[in-house]
């Protein structure tokens, strides 16, 4: 497996993801995508609608980034959304506390009060990695950030940590307008900001970054009638259990379906979406054994939930969580009833109840990063590194090329390439060795390159060439549309 320093340099040098602000000397914890970063992003974004959205007909909306004080204070982020933080007394430098504290002493942290953490810092001399000065007692440090709107000063909102809280203030507008009766989810795509102490490990912990979030709203009295649980039931998960955290065990690999049955998962609905985000991720290139269901400690749980599981991604610098799935119960539409004094009940069973929210929440950024180092393909004999990208989210899905740019080949290789594009992104390209134009699409993890030779002059015929066995087939042109689609499905 490559390491983050090269895939961070790959990803500039070929177009997927560079620093923000970079020509002026970048922005700490903001990244911008490329065009092929873009791409490969939205592709992502669409095949998490197709596989999760579709399937349960799941509703999307896109709410505001920028909210009231009222909105925040109401779901508790402006309170309760905090980390610990310690300052060096000497240079200055701001250090997340339980991070810092974690590296140096190995010791699990997550829950400690700031006196505790403060004690341990103390005990263990722990002092600033940076200039070896003495550090400050830990306090603890609100992750909103903050605006103010219009000309009034004092005005302030603030950017959303999450794209939840726009589905729960909308909850009633959006199951009036739609119709909708329990269960029923409602999901968002869209960029969060978290002001994080210490931005790290490359797009992992960054300030702003993409999240897909599903809102499953459910009957609390149903929460184990999940329709299209029989149809990922005997799935098997990965499930790094409370216990086994405890006592340094390893994952129990069981089916969704024996996961319930045995208290390991409280309810089908978790379940249900524990055991697609498996399949869903297994798709994106993503191996089993490198993917596992941390059941969140009691102490790191956030405040809006009644148990965590976190599906991680093995990287190269370890586990890492990609998908936060929360069981929030009422919290969110109780607490925004409150206070708002709007009613956010919903008829059910001639009944009049609060429903309870189970919430996959997706990173976009974490999926790319765990997509792009899965996929990278370190490749002596070929002589260039590619990635080896599932067909449905690679940037390009085809490159065209006439054999040389004479005798018509080049008009009749254009032509091709705009059939195509009708359909796929195809890109174009004639210029350097054939060789080398196959390296360069390969490096971009492009999965069928397509020749325009002589003999596609007299039989309309082209070869088209497999990135991944390097194979080459003759084909009628008039047969390739099909042939991709089917390769793609
Ligand atoms: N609405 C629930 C929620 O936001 P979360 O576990 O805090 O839950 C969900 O975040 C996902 O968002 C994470 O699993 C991760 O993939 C992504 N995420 C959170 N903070 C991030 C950050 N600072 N940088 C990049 N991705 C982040």
New binding site residues.
Partial sequence: MADMDKIERIAKMRGFIIPSSEIYGGLSGFYDFGHLGFKLKTKIENSWRDFFLKSDDILEISSSIISSEAVFKASGHLDSFVDPITQCNKCKTMFRADTMIEEKTGKFVEGLSVKELTKIIKEEKIKCPKCKGELADVKVFNLMLKTTVGPVEGNIAYLR??T?QGIFTNFSFIARSARAKLPFGVAQVGS?Y?N?ISPRQW?????E?N?M?IEMFVNPKKINECPNFSKVSKEKLRILTQEAQKEKKDVVEITAEDAVKKGIIPNKWMAYFLAKQMIWYQKLGIPFESLRHRHMLPEET?HYSKGNF?LEIKFDFGWK????N?YRTDFDLKTHSKNSGKDMSIIDDNEKIVPHVI?P???I??AVYGILLNCFVEDKKRGWDWFKFPANIAPYTVCVFPLVKKDGLDEKAREVHEMLKKHFDSFYDNSGSIGRRYARADEIGTPFCITIDYDTMKDNTVTIRDRDTTKQERIKINDLTEFLKNKIA
């Fill in positions: 940590p999450e939840a969060s978290r994080e797009i992992i912990r960054i300030r970054f999240q979030e956030p976190d969580e990609v998908i936060g929360a919430e929440s997706f990173g950024e974490r």
